[in-house]
């Protein structure tokens, strides 16, 4: 033959979903991954070096919100941060401002802004409106959402809605007919508004107070309540958050009765704790609260044993000035930046920890994919996926919230001048480099909306 | 010696805990039981002969309602029809018309109503206000309420209110400091009254809608809830009617992982079903409701797995008037009667399933009396305890609702005109005999109040 | 009435099987407890005053061996150092000198023995011989045994011999037509054969050896064998002396899957470890041997965990010739002396360890008498049972060997100088005092023959 | 780049470990597979074009026989036969006439006729004596043998010796210091002569009396008395055949108490039942024998809920003549033939039950693999793994006995003459094709002996 039958070959050290293959290259052809191997690599037009280094998957974030803040128009940064961070699927959630996905018609206004503006690949969530326009759900999953999203607690009636019992079982029954996964955020109103307004006629509004007033007691509540309609109704329904192993353990339980439940932790409750919030103030607040160093270790426990869905940052890019604490914690918006961190953070967590790099792969590509419907295409290194790629430097590198690719105000971090165990180096978005480990090589628009591959259901 | 070491002899055929003594006789002495034997009995001042008739413990009711309807002066007819009905300890709810027992104060003025028109001994449960006074529980306490019992539905804003997740935990943690249990009404309130709303608007408020606004669900998910606070707490939590088997389940689950939980039966969910209340009408309302054939197995299965804590009669008796149906169930009150039929039923009832009469005894008297820290005063027949007895006569009978000794227009029974496999032939209070099978032969002060015996809790 | 109705009236603080009912008082009428009570007694010809002492049911011992070094003339003693320990049913074993009870023939000729020889009560076990006589257990079942011994190692071919697999399968179908239990001595064979044979051929005869050839495994592999053989055949099979926690693990699991096993304790095994052969020497070796302390506290867990079926002796008194250590462990005979001292070292482990004395009662008494099918008539103070009492006076008593009553050279004991926190006041069987204290008030013959009651099994 | 960097590409459907990967190549380079990929392959020296047939790893047969009956010359033959099945590593077993392997010496010699005769590669297992030389276990590991073998049951004295209860003992204590695995011949020695004496005497010698001789209850015993011995000693102890889903329940509830346990299926146990020995009489006969067709249902649900280890053959090619039945089933020689039947009968009875092929490769290549500690240098189609392959092309084809690639008097197979759902079309070993689906293109000696590649154990 005279031609390569490669468009690129790109070298380094694979880690597969089982392994890490060491000296390895990965033949790409029309944005997927066509071959894998070790020693001299087949010609092809093109070939990226890094070897040496680590070539992840791409990450799927399976929770996070470009729009919640500052409405569609945040997919843009988001995204390219997404891309500098190595995440090559953002699983967005449906809290946009100001209208929320509710319907088939507005999740075709939102893909418009997708094709328009986002920098990597997106999956989206549906969600319904406070008042339980279950009948739009048909349409939602027909047009594509991968999962739904909804809640126990009310942070605002439009955007964020608490549902009530009685639509939430309505809600529970129309998506269990297909077999996507509804993701509950889990606190209990009832607790959460009296110790807040408790504390608030008390005058405690420092920080310390957004952990007091939303105790582990108000999760496990809404845990225990959604899952009794998991069971109810066959629905998969998934912890959006649990900042506590028994999250987990819950849902364990309840799967050994014959419900569809699971959860997921996001990488902050695996490394903070409330003497964070102290020391953060406005920048550490987030629902749920951090817990305890104990809690902590509980999580990595739930981790090690395998009941842990999946980890994804609960990325919330709010404007530094809605952050910013003035003596009220109360008053300050609940989220985190994470994307941009979240390839370094995790890499060092495991590192610390004594675990494998491979456990990156899983719990932040692959199964986020498997649980989001979204796999083979996307979550792993293998003959046949997306090409899509996360080339990571071990070393010792400060991260600096300054180089955050996001719009101005939305550079900030929880994370900000910690020393990370590694770098992202490079990204490939179906095969091309979107990130190079300066800048962002991809334009807005690269990005694609990914719809649900199929109905398969997924619990771990 | 030449006297009678013996008040009263009382011969038949006794119901011992573990077993029946054939040809027994029972020596009382200063109102208790002095000794148990058999054959040819010592000499006594007194001989009951029931030879060929069953003797068993009177029965202790650990759920009932004197006064919920007509206020404290319903004790008076509710104890004579226990008497009638071989139940010598009432375990009486707190809800009363117009002042539910919330504090000391009250309790004295309740004692003093007991004291006056009882026929048979009462223990009480003590309750809080909506606005959740638990400053007023340790007093309770000290005043000898046995138990307490709260609810998260709300019946009515004063005597029966939904008390909240946040001072449901505050009264928790207040209760826990005793080893007292607090029983909980089980029905989630949003789930109900949207049903309801639904029913009515659709003009669908026939009897069966009774069941269909409160399905299984409502009261699984209050169980969950109050567990959830269980477990939080360390306080004995009890559901107050578990209508499913579900609800045993949950308590035996939740027990496993260090939470002190337990739940109780009524008698009405171990043979009633949704035929009744269609049937019945008015007259088969209570709440939970009946349920399906299929579930009054489970409770069977329950029953005989030992995971049911006891069986009570939530026993209510509504004026006939409350009860008629007139087009709208909803409009009817909530409750049975059931104190002068329990007996019989209960063996009625065992003996169809095929199961020992021991049974009885266990569930109706021993297991209640120690739920409520009367055992072993109350409860068994046992040297020591009180020479409380129920004889029963075995045969066919037919239950006449008109001979329940209670005021007129509480002589109404949802089993009414069942055949009855016994009835109560005698029953006697401390050693005197207050029923001869016709005639209750105790006065209205004959009772009288038995406060929690130790602090020791019971989890069955 | 002019005339008593009791025989007698024992008074004391009476062991029930629940509590322990002070100042109480048993009735006597025709060898049975008639009556219980509390207070001042009813009249009696005869009133035994032991107040301020405890009354227990007599002891029912499930395993000893009167006949198994010097034929069944050893009844005479054996019983009569039974009657001064409280124990008033011996159940002993079938492996007699020269002829072991395998046929209704032999056992009626050992019955005639019993009727004339023993001072207490006794049920006994038949056997088999070693070439399989199955044939001949409908007989001995008929003609009255209670259980049956078999054995996976050979101690005499004989009077003792090792049942092969092909044979104790055989031997398990037969009996497993009726509920009886088979108690299995549980030691491998092949184990413990090599293991001695290495240590007589180095020479290595000291006592701690005879521990050494005997290792825990050799215990659990026999367990094992025979469970699995109980699961094939249906047939209760018990181990006739565990000295390992595992061995109640075992017959747990296997329990779990469907077989019917159990298995008891040895008193030794619950205060004796390898430190006190060393100390007795040959008057420390009994089969299997003694463990570590550490299995001791294992033993006692299981005791408080409820999977110890009961507790007996395995008294075997051999002569003191026999148990003399001349240099070779292997040379002495194996079984120990532990009848007369079984009540009071049960009191004194029960007080050291904190437990109830109720559990006394329980495991030595009640719960030997449920699984040899004894009770009710055996093994519980209740109206109606055989009034064997065993009356107990608390105190520091040093038990002295010398006092053992059976012939001279059986007066040896490993417990010989301990102190021990009771002693024996008294003993009634069947109402007559048969024990004072000081002197065995009953002639040879005042015991009876019990056969076993009933078919139905007991597990524990 | 001028020259194709691949010595082979191999075109096909691709059985990887968890999917099929349909129009796939595999890129082998020095013996190895350096690329997988699919799409137009990368240039090679070689094409090997099996598009639309499957591609699976060479199977790893955990447990044959090649030189039991027949010496070590029986390499030659079963290899051949190997090759033409698909198999391309043999993990042989030590029973060899007239050495067993029980020495590095004898080791040495055996290793001298594989790298003579074999045409796959061998993997070997070792053994020790009847007289119990465990001093040579070290050796044997040294020089590189994956696994040992022992038995509970004597098929002769020094070919294959039963080792009894103190030598197992010693035996796995010294396994036990490496990791490796010891898989046991599990028949209980008393039970299985016995009841063949019996046979015997009685004149029943037809062929369902050797099912009748070797009842379940003789393999489970067998089974618990390793496993016993393995929790002892920590040595990880195998069933090398299990005819019973009970013997993976018995390893599962060791490896549960903290043992290391497991067992292997023989395809044989997945199909045939007692019908088909009296079918095939003396071809029909191995130990343990087959069981009934329920069995086998179970042995399946085993299989499915991931409890058997791995499948294995037990290939031990009899010369005809000792295999046939003349009156006496006992005279007959136990084993079948297995191998060249073994890929297409896997692929059919999978296809029957509607299982995926992946099982195949699971079951039959990665697993034995993994147990042997031969992964993943063996077991897999891996970059890096060797390039061993089995090419199947699916149909009906009819599996004809006189096609066995082995010696004349080894052409029979009770599988003769069944219909097969596909065929071995070619069979790689280290990327050279040795089988072309019509010979044999291997030579004596291009087999390689494989010795552990680690000392990792695998539990499954």
């Known amino acids: 033959m005279t031609e390569s039958p490669f468009d690129r070959v790109i070298l380094g050290d694979l880690v597969l979903p089982d392994r890490v293959l060491e000296g390895g290259w990965i033949g790409v052809r029309d944005e997927a991954v066509a071959a894998i191997g070790t020693g001299e690599a087949p010609a092809a037009r093109d070939t990226a070096d890094h070897r040496g280094m680590l070539v992840l998957p791409g990450l799927v974030d399976g929770h996070m919100h470009t729009s919640s803040s500052t409405g569609w128009s945040g997919i843009e940064g988001a995204t390219m941060s997404a891309a500098a961070g190595g995440v090559t699927t953002c699983v967005d959630m449906p809290y946009d401002v100001p209208v929320p996905v509710t319907d088939r018609g507005i999740l075709g206004d939102k893909l418009e802004q ?136 819950l849902a364990e339980m309840f799967r050994a009765q014959g419900a569809r439940t699971s959860g997921e932790a996001c990488i902050q409750y695996l490394c903070m704790t409330e003497e964070d919030i102290v020391r953060l103030e406005g920048f550490g607040k987030c629902n749920p609260p951090f817990r305890t160093a104990d809690e902590v270790e509980r999580m990595w426990a739930a981790v090690k044993a395998g009941k842990v869905g999946y980890v994804s940052t609960d990325h919330a890019p709010w404007p530094r000035e809605r952050k910013q604490y003035k003596g009220d914690i109360f008053a300050v918006g609940a989220g985190l930046t994470g994307m941009q961190s979240f390839a370094p953070l995790m890499l060092t967590l495991l590192e610390q920890r004594g675990l494998p790099v491979t456990l990156l792969a899983s719990l932040s590509a692959e199964r986020p994919a498997r649980f989001h419907g979204l796999f083979p295409k996307k979550g792993a290194i293998r003959v046949g996926a997306d090409a899509d790629l996360l080339v990571m430097e071990r070393g010792r590198f400060r991260f600096d919230a300054r180089e955050i690719r996001d719009r101005e105000d939305a550079r900030w971090s929880p994370y900000d001048g910690m020393e990370m165990r590694g770098r992202v180096a490079a990204t490939y978005l179906r095969g091309t480099r979107i990130w190079d480990g300066k800048e962002v090589l991809a334009k807005p628009g690269a990005g694609r909306f990914v719809p649900r591959q199929h109905g398969d259901g997924f619990l771990g």
């Open 114 to 249: 997708v094709s328009r503006l986002a920098h990597v690949d997106m999956a989206l969530y549906g969600t319904i409106r406070k008042d339980g326009n279950v009948e739009d759900i048909a349409g939602l999953i027909e047009a594509g959402v991968c999962s739904f999203k909804l809640s126990t607690y009310e942070y605002d009636a439009v955007r964020f809605p608490r549902i009530d019992h009685p639509t939430m079982l309505r809600a529970f029954r129309e998506i269990a007919k297909s077999n996507l996964m509804v993701a509950i955020h889990n606190e209990d109103q009832e607790l959460v508004e009296r110790l807040t307004e408790q504390a608030k006629a008390s005058g405690e509004t420092h920080p310390i107070m957004h952990c007091r007033t939303r105790p582990p007691i108000t999760e496990s509540m809404a845990d225990l309540e959604i899952f009794e309609m998991a069971l109810e109704t066959g629905c998969h329904v998934h912890i959006a958050h649990s900042s506590l192993a028994r999250g987990f353990d």
